[in-house]
């Protein structure tokens, strides 16, 4: 269940969308203004001594290098993929391997959709894979996003589903059996398909509407030479910190 709070107090309207556009914007912020609030309000869901799980994109390295800042406060962090690792050692922060870990209290990371349930459709960073084993240890876990990610239905953006490279085509067939349109993701400029940090390859699913996103996670997991799909239903977010023009938004679920 979604609980909206406005930072007054205040409960918002029941439908997340209506209420996001309901209101008018007292000043224009870009969207790496609203990614970079979003990142200072996570920083107080930290816990001090602890060792924090971080992910990847664009969103979490606004966060990153506001963690550095309190780097002091905190034992060290868990990284989603060898980037953000690189990010976190470039801010003298401690980076654990997981199996290292017995446990962690928070995992912060950004979102490419998130639902009104807190499901979100993350992996447009590639990373999708290792965020989801992390976020699955994880304690909390804290989604910091902009306004624009919040959806009815999730689907719009395309759904990643990390494969083992031999199996790409016939998990291909089977994605297109299921309604969607998978396209290979290629390195910039090139035709060779993009390499994960675990050595496999992404297909990006368009023309889906997600209406059960547990479910559609747990059939196309069944697939045959699928590593990790883009969904994170089963274990979704348990908060959401809501960049907007009025400021930030907590959504709780």
């Not at 909206?4 to 870009?30: E, V």
């Not at 664009?58 to 980037?83: Q, Y």
């Not at 306004?147 to 990643?160: A, C, D, E, I, N």
């Amino acid at each position: 269940m979604l609980a909206l709070d406005g930072g007054s107090g205040a409960a918002g309207p029941r439908d997340p969308l209506k209420w996001r556009h309901s209101f008018t914007p007292t000043n224009i912020m870009t969207q790496d203004e609203l990614k970079q609030a979003v990142a200072r309000t996570a920083i107080d869901y930290v816990v001090d001594g602890e060792i924090i799980g971080v992910g990847t994109g664009s969103t979490a390295n606004f966060f990153i290098d506001e963690l550095g800042k309190i780097k002091d406060r905190i034992k060290g962090a868990v990284a989603s993929s060898e980037a953000t690792a690189a990010r976190l050692r470039g801010h003298g922060i401690a980076v654990y391997d997981l199996n290292d870990v017995e446990s962690i209290s928070v995992y912060v990371d950004g979102a490419d959709e998130i639902d009104a349930g807190g499901a979100m459709i993350k992996g447009g960073g590639a990373a999708l894979t290792r965020e989801k084993i992390v976020a699955s240890v994880s304690k909390r876990f804290v989604c910091i996003a902009d306004g624009s990610k919040l959806v009815q239905t999730l689907g719009t953006f395309p759904l990643p589903v990390e494969v083992v490279p031999m199996a790409r085509a016939a998990v291909a067939r089977r994605l297109t059996e299921l309604g969607g349109q998978p396209r290979l993701r290629v390195e910039s400029g090139t035709d060779k398909p993009f390499v994960t940090d675990n050595g496999g390859h992404l297909l990006d699913v368009a023309g889906l509407s997600i209406t059960d996103p547990a479910a559609l996670e747990s059939e196309i997991n069944q697939i045959v030479g699928v590593i990790a799909v883009g969904l994170f239903a089963r274990r979704g977010a348990d908060v959401c910190l809501l960049g907007t023009g009025e400021g930030v938004k907590t959504l709780s679920f």
